[in-house]
């Protein structure tokens, strides 16, 4: 499997399909997962802190002898580790959790108020560093990134957020391109609130492929970074074979009609 990738603002490239690792915390789960994933031909992998599944994910590469060169792993500093210095330290448990050296991606998982700016100072060093290759932020709305402007001396290389056919984000995701910002969107199947669409399900019936799959697209289509979740092996596999096909005008203009502004996880609207 041959993922397109995308240029980040510093230089680097990032796959533009990860496997999301939300939620699972049975190491026997996310072995099976893993495996599906890696058998599929994902090579990129996104966890957090607040996952706890840093340590499975470490395992799991070792196990499985992918070079580490092969692969792209994010991580997220926590909530609760938000402050220059529980930054750098929880950071350095990630390292070890993950065994591993640097990561690819690392994100401030969402926008503390007063924190963020210590935070994203001690993500600067780490970057410096070596230990992480690009970094950037996670649930930023464009006054929280405008804000970074007055104490950011690197423009994060990506924002990571809902984003799915029921919640657009429009004017986020064209300030985002603006600011050659990539913008990966979690949780792209909106955990199947709304898996009725009769409009997504004839666009799928057109193309030969599943609802999910038409929702992935459309995704990719909006230059998007997507991590569709699934602990099924099946759908793991379905949700990477979105490559080999492309919606039409018709098909997007009926789909850019579909935008709800529905949100099925936390908000970061309200955050000052």
Request: aromatic share 8%; glycine share 4%.
């Amino acid at each position: 499997m041959n993922v397109p990738t995308l240029k980040l603002n510093d230089g680097l490239q990032i796959p533009q399909i990860a496997l999301g690792l939300w939620k699972v915390t049975d190491q026997a789960e996310f072995d099976i997962m893993f495996a599906a994933a890696v058998e599929a031909g994902y090579r990129h992998f996104d966890s957090a802190q607040v996952y706890n599944n840093e340590q499975f994910l470490g395992m799991a590469v070792r196990q499985h002898e992918l070079n580490r060169d092969e692969i792209f792993v994010t991580t997220k500093i926590g909530v609760k580790n938000f402050g220059y210095k529980h930054t750098r330290e929880s950071f350095a448990e990630s390292l070890q959790k993950l065994q591993m050296e640097y990561v690819d991606l690392l994100l401030l998982h969402f926008p503390v108020t007063v924190l963020r700016k210590k935070s994203w100072q001690a993500l600067e060093e780490i970057q410096a560093a070596g230990q992480a290759r690009s970094i950037g932020v996670s649930n930023y709305t464009i006054r929280h990134l405008e804000d970074m402007k007055s104490y950011a001396k690197v423009t994060p290389a990506v924002n990571q957020v809902e984003l799915h056919v029921f919640l657009q984000q429009p004017e986020l995701l064209k300030y985002c391109q603006a600011h050659d910002i990539v913008v990966e969107a979690y949780s792209p199947l909106a955990h199947a609130k709304a898996n009725d669409n009769q409009v997504i399900q004839s666009i799928a019936d057109k193309h030969g492929k599943s609802y999910a799959q038409i929702m992935l697209r459309w995704c990719l289509q909006q230059n998007l970074v997507i991590l569709p979740k699934s602990k099924t092996p099946s759908r793991i596999a379905e949700n990477i074979q979105v490559f080999d096909f492309e919606l039409d005008s018709d098909d997007l203009e009926k789909l850019k009609q579909q935008d709800k502004d529905l949100r099925t996880c936390w908000s970061p609207v309200h955050v000052p």
